[in-house]
């Protein structure tokens, strides 16, 4: 074999080992969104089955309160049917609102407040939000590290010719990212 055959050989391999690594980073990196993603999504349905019982506990002491029950009831429809990360995270913020909402009105019930059931649903629901603040935030880290690899030298070429697409960030809604207006 003359020299120039085997540089040509060796830089063909060379090649195809760096188009190898460079797809098995990219699947890495897509399977980790995946894995977050599906994380992110086992704490939604926590929470989607803890509103009910949230609503039905108020609902006992405050039933007149029906508009702020009714919202957080179609709010939680509303993101159970939601597709994919920037449609759930709009979905899921107004669902956060009017769960603040409902439990803004049982501040105003004292012995609601004292039930024990009631204190349980309040923890469970607080826990699986800190849950998902986390889960969110781990979730966004791993799709800024896909994107830049799906977007950046060398691997967008392997990216693009293997259909690596880049993902969405789960975002808040417009209405939570406002400014705040603080009265005196």
């Known amino acids: 074999m003359s020299t120039p055959v085997m540089i040509a050989a060796g830089a063909a391999i ?17 399977n980790r969104v995946d894995s977050t993603w599906s ?13 009910p019982n949230l609503v039905t506990a108020v609902s006992g002491y405050a039933g007149h309160e029906a ?14 049917v939601a597709k994919g990360p920037a449609a759930r995270g709009e979905a899921e913020s107004t669902l956060g609102a009017d769960v603040r909402s409902v439990l ?18 309040q923890q469970q629901l607080a826990a699986t939000e800190n849950g998902l603040e986390h889960a969110r935030q781990f979730y966004n880290d791993s799709v800024f590290g896909y994107n830049n690899a799906v977007q ?16 969405q960030f789960f975002q808040a809604a417009q209405t939570e990212r406002e400014h705040v207006q603080v009265y005196p």
């Open 14 to 30: 060379a090649l195809m080992v760096l188009i190898g690594i460079a797809y098995n980073d990219l699947v890495r990196r897509r």
């Open 39 to 51: 994380d992110i999504d086992v704490l939604l349905r926590r929470r989607h089955d803890l509103i």
């Open 67 to 80: 508009s702020a029950l009714r919202e957080a009831a179609e709010a939680r429809s509303a993101a159970i």
């Open 104 to 121: 803004a009105v049982a501040e105003a019930y004292p012995a609601l407040k004292a039930s024990a059931s009631f204190l349980e649903l």
């Open 152 to 167: 950046t030298l060398p691997r967008n070429i392997v990216a693009a010719a293997f259909g690596f697409r880049a993902r």
